[in-house]
């Protein structure tokens, strides 16, 4: 496999990187990372990869159609995984434009340059459940229609139809793969989990969102990691979709709950703050077709998380740098006016 993996250098490019280039050379031959390195990618994660000699880190925009050209014919690629997206809900609702740029004209010019490589294997674009919406009952199938709540969300089922039109359209060899909530080591600390971890351990507020009661479903990067390892794999190619989840519900606010016990800090953190507009109140995947063809999630919710407040931790250093700078001013941005009209308690 000639590999091309997209923001790379981002939570669940960095975690899929590491689990295709623990694979033997015979399985991955050679390794190209594209990111961008917003706010959001950090190169440190990859540094130490670049001993590999099948590895090659490539700063470079997948909105720039002759930069993505140019790397896929140079590198001979028949493979490309694609993680760069503008991930964060909140940031999408306030300005959804880098949102548009990266997520749909970016999976575009990555299509394009897929589709005129002779040769070319396999397109897998990582997408998610919130292309479904909010779940009121029951789990989501492939086959349910998208519902986006979110400008991210609606990004996303944006780039989703685009993937399957090229398959359609072009015969691109391409499937897509949408994922519940994600936890493990290298998560950004906007997310709810490394946010609340993060600062749990300075002793800082926990904003939680309306009543705390919004549900998620929760997989370790792991899992959703050896997931995409095994769709790849698979001979569908025609923009098939897989659901990708451990079907673990759990409440925001039982989730916080379990970071306080594991810090071992007070209820009294917590800070009920104004919900997030549009805020889906529950999400739930079936995963069955993925688990029929071989995969399953290995990793309980308790011990991953555990483990992962254990590697927040250690990596204070990590996450130390990424929350200075401009982190500051979008936290107080983000947090600053919700957290000074908070309250102990949910008001409703
Ligand atoms: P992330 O925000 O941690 O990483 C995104 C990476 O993309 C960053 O390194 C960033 O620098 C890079 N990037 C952004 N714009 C770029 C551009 N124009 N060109 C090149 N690189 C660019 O996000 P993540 O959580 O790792 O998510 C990766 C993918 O997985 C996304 O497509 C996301 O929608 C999807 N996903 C995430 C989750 C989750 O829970 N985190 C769940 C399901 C699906
Ligand atoms: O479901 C997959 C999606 O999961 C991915 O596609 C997204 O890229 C990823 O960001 C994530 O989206 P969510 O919006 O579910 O994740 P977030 O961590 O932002 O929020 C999780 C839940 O926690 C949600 O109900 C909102 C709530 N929350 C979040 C933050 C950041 C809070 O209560 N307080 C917070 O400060």
Redesign the pocket.
């Known amino acids: 496999m000639r590999l091309v993996v997209t923001g790379a250098a981002g939570f669940i490019g960095t975690n899929f990187v590491r689990h295709a280039l623990a694979r033997s050379a015979d399985a991955v031959s050679r390794l190209v990372a594209v990111d961008l390195l917003t706010y959001a990618g950090n190169y440190a994660n990859l540094a130490d990869l670049e001993a590999d000699p099948r590895f090659r880190f490539v700063r470079a925009d997948i909105a720039d159609r002759d930069a993505m050209a140019t790397l896929v014919d140079e590198e001979a690629v028949d493979t490309l995984v694609n993680c760069a ?1 503008e ?4 940031r999408s609702i306030a300005d959804h434009s880098p949102f548009v740029t990266t997520n749909v004209e970016g999976t575009l010019v990555l299509l394009e340059a897929a589709r005129q490589r002779t040769g070319f294997r396999r397109f897998l674009q990582v997408s ?3 292309v479904y919406g909010s779940i009121s009952a029951g789990r989501a199938t492939e086959d349910w229609p998208t519902r986006p709540s979110s400008p ?1 969300a609606a990004s ?1 089922a944006a780039a989703d139809a685009f993937v399957q039109a090229y398959a359609t359209t072009y015969g691109l060899p391409a499937i897509i793969t949408r ?4 936890y493990g080591p290298y998560q950004f600390p ?4 490394p ?2 971890v993060t600062n749990g351990l300075d002793g800082e507020a926990l ?4 009543d ?1 009661l ?1 549900v ?2 929760w997989i370790h990067v792991e899992d959703h990691c050896a997931a995409l390892w095994h769709v790849l794999g698979l001979p569908a190619a025609g923009g098939e979709v897989f659901n990708v989840s451990a079907e673990h519900e759990v409440p ?1 606010r039982d989730v916080t709950d379990v970071i306080l016990r594991l810090l071992d800090r007070p209820a009294s953190l917590v800070r009920y ?1 104004d919900d ?1 507009p549009g ?2 109140r529950r ?1 739930a995947l079936d995963a069955t077709r993925l688990r029929r063809l071989g995969w399953a999630p290995r990793r309980r919710f308790e011990e991953g998380l555990a483990d992962t407040v254990a590697w927040y931790r250690e990596q204070r250093a990590w996450w130390e740098a990424i929350k200075s700078g401009a982190y500051r001013d979008y936290y107080e941005r983000m ?1 600053g006016g919700r957290l000074r009209d908070s309250s102990a308690a949910p008001r409703s």
Do not use: M, Q, W
């Open positions: 997206a991930t964060h809900v909140d998610t459940d919130e991210y996303k994922c519940s909530n994600n906007e997310k709810l989990i946010l609340f904003p939680l969102y309306g705390g919004n998620r479903d925001n703050v997030r805020h889906d999400y947090y």
